[in-house]
């Protein structure tokens, strides 16, 4: 059964920094493209980034170009996203997905649990 | 961007019911459209890819439509185990958008 598993949440201060990771399992990591998407509490679901299979495209949303840093591991199936110069505004559960595709955007056909980011003074 | 919009925000139907949720695109997006459900306090899940194709292992009474603009997402005999908000997703550009979802509650 394919797996996506999200670590690295927690509760930051404004302005700081957090590194989120996502380990998957039982598919072949470096086949597919992997998104960032977050979903605030009580809210939808917003896409923030995607890379593709080898890195060589990247993509932001505009909420987080520019302080957001998506990069993966193949060797490790892991896919990493750097959040630099938080907001109160980032607070949300943030899910690791897997594109069907090796470059995407597709469809989105494998989604992790999801880790919780909170920001907050 | 491309703006999707779903409606109805919210429905009520009672088991066996046929539902008819339906999402406009911005622009055409050809068939670049699909379909999501998620379950309180869980992941969403994959039900319609490519507008019409079902995802595998999904259950045939959910089955999409439409092209270019108008897109279309019906649940056939309303299950309890449909209790869910469902959202639509486009992929024709980025960024990739998603509709602001639909809760579907049974009556």
């Known amino acids: 059964e394919v797996q996506l598993v999200e670590s690295g949440g927690g509760l930051v201060q404004p302005g700081r920094s957090l590194r989120l990771s996502c380990t998957v399992s039982?598919?072949?990591?470096?086949?597919?493209?992997m998104h960032w998407v977050r979903q605030a509490p009580g809210k939808g679901l917003e896409w923030i980034s995607r890379?593709?299979?080898?890195?060589?495209?990247?993509a932001y949303a505009d909420s987080v170009k520019g302080r957001f840093t998506v990069s993966r591991d193949n060797a490790k199936n892991s896919l990493y996203l750097q959040m630099n110069s938080l907001r109160t505004e980032d607070t949300a559960l943030y899910y690791c997905?897997?594109?069907?595709?090796?470059?995407?955007?597709?469809?989105?056909?494998?989604w992790g649990q999801g880790t919780m980011v909170t920001v907050s003074s | 961007d491309i703006r999707l919009t779903q409606s109805p925000n919210s429905l009520s139907a009672s088991v066996g019911d046929t539902v008819t949720i339906t999402c406009q695109a911005s622009q055409d997006i050809r068939n670049y459209l699909n379909w999501y459900q998620q379950k309180s306090g869980k992941a969403p899940k994959l039900l319609i890819y490519d507008a019409s194709n079902l995802e595998t292992g999904v259950p045939p009474r959910f089955s999409g439509s439409g092209s270019g603009t108008d897109f279309a997402f019906t649940i056939i005999s309303l299950q309890p185990e449909d209790i869910a908000t469902y959202y639509c997703q486009h992929y024709d550009s980025l960024p990739v958008t998603f509709g602001g979802g639909t809760k579907v509650e049974i009556k």
């Open positions: 997905v897997r594109d069907k595709m090796s470059v995407g955007p597709d469809a989105f056909d494998s």
């Open positions: 890379i593709s299979w080898n890195g060589g495209s990247i």
């Open positions: 039982e598919f072949r990591f470096h086949e597919h493209a």
